[in-house]
Structures are given as C-alpha cells and as structure tokens.
C-alpha cells in the first residue's frame, strides 16, 4: 500500500517553511531592534543637536512626527516576527491570533498613512510660516504639492490583504477539520 499522496504534498508544501519561519522572524526582530534604537535617537537628538541651546518647533514637530513614523514601523516589525517565529514552531499560519495580527500590523499602518496625510501639508505651511522652508511653494505662494504617502498606503493594503487571506485559509481550515 502506497502513501497518502495528499499528506506527501502537504509535508512537501511545508517543508521550508520553519526554516523561512526562523529565517523571516530574525529579520523582523533585526528591523524591530533597529527602529527602536532609532526611536531612541530621536528622541535624544534634540538635546544634542539643538541650534545654539534651543530645539526650536519646526524640527522638534519634524522630530516627534519621526518618532511615530518609526513607533508605527516598530509595531508592524513585531507583529511580523511574531507570525514568523510562529512560523517557525510549526503552528500554522491560520489561525485567529495571525489574523489579529495582520488586522492589528494594518490598521496601524493606515493610521500612519492618515496622520502622513494630515501632517505633512500641515508642517509644511508652519515650516514656510517659520521661514525655514520656500522651495516647495511656487512665486503665488500656493503649495506646489499635495503630499500622499503611497509606501504606506500601498503596505496598509497589503497587509489588509493579507489578513483577509489568513482569515479565509483559517475558514477553510476549520471547515476541513470538520468534515475529516
């Protein structure tokens, strides 16, 4: 008698996968590490690199709008070595608490691109109120742009996708273990 060729496709499909698993969750845990190090940096900058003694607003708002930019990266890292090293137990991908993750790495990201939004024409019209910025607005005074931050926009959903995935395999699953 043969083997089951259906558990020979699946033990060759996951085969890889906790290596990619420890291999994807080192990653992330690297990426995670480095951005709380830079967090760390910016919010120390401003007592070593302020202009004569003073920080100023212009780059202490460009410092803190940096911090949630990094803050948001920090979060979506961890999530991902979270999945990863999950991954990389054996524990399969479809399950509530990497939906949870996905949903959770996503909406973070879209709250960033919505304060990307918000914030970027905003500090540009306090830079050119302050003086230190000109070149991004034209003779009349009008901005010249109107700044949208597709990196993150384009992440968001991705990761959306990716937690609609992940919520539909994990469907599935449970349906399959039902009828097996």
Request: glycine residues 6%; charged residues 15%; proline residues 4%.
């Amino acid at each position: 008698m043969g083997r089951n060729r259906e558990i020979e496709l699946l033990e060759r499909s996951f085969a890889g996968i906790p290596r990619l698993g420890k291999l994807l969750g080192i990653i992330f845990t690297i990426c995670a590490c480095l951005s709380a190090i830079m967090i760390l940096f910016l919010a120390a900058s401003p007592f070593f690199f302020a202009v004569d003694g003073v920080a100023g607003f212009a780059p202490a708002a460009q410092i803190a709008y940096d911090i949630i930019g990094q803050l948001a990266m920090l979060a979506v890292y961890v999530m991902c070595a979270l999945v990863a090293w999950d991954m990389s137990k054996g524990e399969t991908p479809f399950a509530q608490k990497q939906v949870r993750r996905a949903l959770a790495a996503a909406c973070i990201v879209a709250l960033y691109t919505l304060v990307c939004f918000i914030w970027d024409p905003l500090f540009s019209a306090i830079e050119v109120a302050l003086g230190p910025l000109t070149s991004v607005y034209d003779a009349d005074l009008k901005p010249a742009t109107f700044f949208v931050n597709f990196g993150t926009l384009l992440a968001s959903a991705v990761l959306f996708l990716l937690a609609y995935i992940l919520n539909y395999g994990k469907t599935l699953q449970a349906l399959s273990d039902e009828t097996g």
